[in-house]
T-cell receptor
Framework: QQQVKQSPQSLIVQKGGISIINCAYE??????FPWYQQFPGKGPALLIA?????SEKKEGRFTISFNKSAKQFSLHIMDSQPGDSATYFC??????????????FGTGTRLLVSP | DSGVTQTPKHLITATGQRVTLRCSPR?????VYWYQQSLDQGLQFLIH???????AKGNILERFSAQQFPDLHSELNLSSLELGDSALYFC?????????????FGSGTRLTVV
């Protein structure tokens, strides 16, 4: 219930191509869905996020598509660049009975954009 | 620089030993979260402190403990270390407990248990 399933585990895309990473969840209590980007030796950094009442959010070359009925969401990176090579994590924010929230992460996708 | 400072960056220690990882949150942030990142488990939530008080526990082993001090820095104590404890340990901070308003990670401490 607390899991977020992410695929693929790794992805190789040519420069200029579209990178697509998919995530699925079960817990309908999740109420916010961020994506994080992590470069080697660094902590995850917030990339883009979406609320479940929105079907799509776009920020520059990054787009989240959200399908509430299917409990699935995905990250699309348009015109992928070598500098996008990183590990991407989908996540979901889970409210806790303490009144606070916690992040539940997917297992990550290692993206390599070839020049 | 994310504003969240973790020390040390790297730590190598032997099985059975005890280590302390330190985290200084961004200025003004009251919440500190600890996460463990291992190759096969992804990022696992360990524990959350808000303004000095423990607020939530995740998959934290009994051999691990944490605290948040009056100056809001936090320490994660790992004892009776096992090989399987080798991982990256991240802390993150937020202004309060509401992650929607920003949740910033430090660069992590890489722990290697030999």
């Amino acid at each position: 219930q607390q899991q977020v399933k992410q695929s693929p585990q790794s992805l190789i895309v040519q420069k200029g191509g579209i990178s697509i990473i998919n995530c699925a969840y079960e817990n309908t209590a999740f109420d916010y869905f961020p994506w994080y980007q992590q470069f080697p030796g660094k902590g995850p950094a917030l990339l883009i996020a979406i609320r479940p009442d929105v079907s799509e959010k776009k920020e520059g070359r990054f787009t989240i598509s959200f399908n509430k009925s299917a409990k699935q969401f995905s990250l699309h990176i348009m015109d992928s660049q070598p500098g996008d090579s990183a590990t991407y994590f989908c996540a979901a924010i889970s409210p806790m009975n303490t009144g606070f929230q916690k992040l539940v992460f997917g297992t990550g996708t290692r993206l390599l954009v070839s020049p | 620089d994310s504003g969240v400072t973790q020390t040390p960056k790297h730590l190598i220690t032997a099985t059975g030993q005890r280590v302390t990882l330190r985290c200084s949150p961004r200025s003004g942030d009251l919440s500190v979260y600890w996460y463990q990142q291992s190759l096969d488990q992804g990022l696992q939530f360990l524990i959350h402190y808000y303004n000095g008080e423990e607020r939530a526990k995740g998959n934290i082993l009994e051999r691990f403990s944490a605290q948040q001090f009056p100056d809001l820095h936090s320490e994660l104590n790992l004892s009776s270390l096992e090989l399987g404890d080798s991982a990256l340990y991240f802390c993150a901070s937020s202004a309060d407990g509401r992650l929607n308003y920003g949740y910033t990670f430090g660069s992590g401490t890489r722990l290697t248990v030999v």
